[in-house]
């Protein structure tokens, strides 16, 4: 997948939040060199933060259990306050066990200027985007 320093010129949020897509660049002397999309699918929770100036230095996959030791108590906090995580349940072991039940998987995603976020998704994919850069920079 192409995303190593990458900036993140967006992410859209389509399916009433079930799909996610980052829309990344990488430029060349001011210019856009190459476009790359990445599409998380069967999205169940996500957080994205600091997005502004964002240049992603790694997207990896994480066991879904250490993901939710470093975000479940948010996770958590936020269900009380804004509800809207499917298969939500506040017993963690048991949030994790249908997590893993249904076929989910965790990824971080870190920032060289301040970005950093999570995605709770079954699938993640490099997508083509339509305008498909032809020029070398």
């Not at 190593?4 to 799909?19: A, C, K, N």
């Not at 060349?28 to 069967?42: A, M, P, T, Y």
């Given at each position: 997948?192409?995303?190593?320093?990458?900036?993140?010129?967006?992410?859209?949020?389509?399916?009433?939040?079930?799909?996610?897509?980052?829309?990344?660049?990488?430029?060349?002397?001011?210019?856009?060199?190459?476009?790359?999309?990445?599409?998380?699918?069967?999205?169940?929770?996500?957080?994205?933060?600091?997005?502004?100036?964002a240049i992603i230095t790694d997207l990896a996959e994480i066991?879904?259990?250490?993901?939710?030791?470093?975000?479940?108590?948010?996770?958590?906090?936020?269900?009380?306050?804004?509800?809207?995580?499917?298969?939500?349940?506040?017993?963690?072991?048991?949030?994790?066990?249908?997590?893993?039940?249904?076929?989910?998987?965790?990824?971080?995603?870190?920032?060289?200027?301040?970005?950093?976020?999570?995605?709770?998704?079954?699938?993640?994919?490099?997508?083509?985007?339509?305008?498909?850069?032809?020029?070398?920079?």
């Amino acid at each position: 997948m192409r995303y190593h320093d990458y900036h993140l010129e967006g992410y859209e949020v389509r399916d009433s939040g079930g799909t996610i897509v980052l829309h990344l660049a990488s430029h060349c002397q001011g210019q856009v060199e190459d476009e790359s999309l990445i599409e998380f699918s069967g999205v169940a929770a996500y957080q994205f933060v600091h997005t502004g100036g964002a240049i992603i230095t790694d997207l990896a996959e994480i066991q879904i259990g250490n993901l939710l030791k470093q975000v479940g108590a948010r996770l958590s906090e936020w269900w009380h306050r804004h509800g809207g995580y499917p298969m939500w349940d506040d017993d963690q072991e048991k949030y994790l066990a249908n997590l893993l039940r249904d076929g989910y998987r965790g990824w971080t995603i870190y920032s060289a200027i301040g970005f950093e976020g999570f995605v709770i998704a079954k699938a993640i994919a490099q997508k083509e985007p339509n305008n498909a850069m032809e020029d070398d920079c």
